[in-house]
């Protein structure tokens, strides 16, 4: 059983910054990619940013003002955001994707924390 936890989220004004953490335990297995998506209020769940094999990916609307990393041996994943709009608000999930053998592979979520930009 793979839980998520994350951590980090909450009210910052407009320009600030803040950082989350998504903190993962138990039989992990082969990670492929972690990620973290946002969904606003009436808006679909979107990917804000992706590492995986060393590599970023950022969503356009992000790039540039978050920075995604992972401390393999904490099995832990960090998004530093920073100058953040109002159109950040949201509430932000940590993924994982496990592969499970060629070709099928797992997700795992975290229960979300919001993070509200306001002054």
């Known amino acids: 059983q793979v839980q998520l936890v994350e951590s980090g989220g909450g009210l910052v004004q407009p320009g600030g910054s803040l950082r989350l953490s998504c903190a993962a335990s138990?039989?992990?297995?082969?990670?492929?990619?972690s990620n973290w998506y946002r969904q606003a209020p009436g808006k679909r769940r979107e990917l804000v940013a992706a590492i995986f094999s060393g590599t970023t990916n950022y969503g356009n609307s992000v790039r540039g003002r978050f920075t995604i990393s992972r401390d393999t041996a904490r099995n832990t994943v960090y998004l530093q955001m920073n100058s953040l709009e109002p159109e950040d608000t949201a509430v932000y999930y940590c993924?994982?994707?496990?592969?499970?053998?060629?070709?099928?592979?797992?997700?795992?979520w975290g229960q979300g924390t919001q993070v509200t930009v306001s002054s």
């Open positions: 138990g039989s992990i297995g082969n990670v492929v990619s």
């Open positions: 993924n994982i994707r496990t592969q499970v053998r060629v070709g099928i592979f797992d997700d795992y």
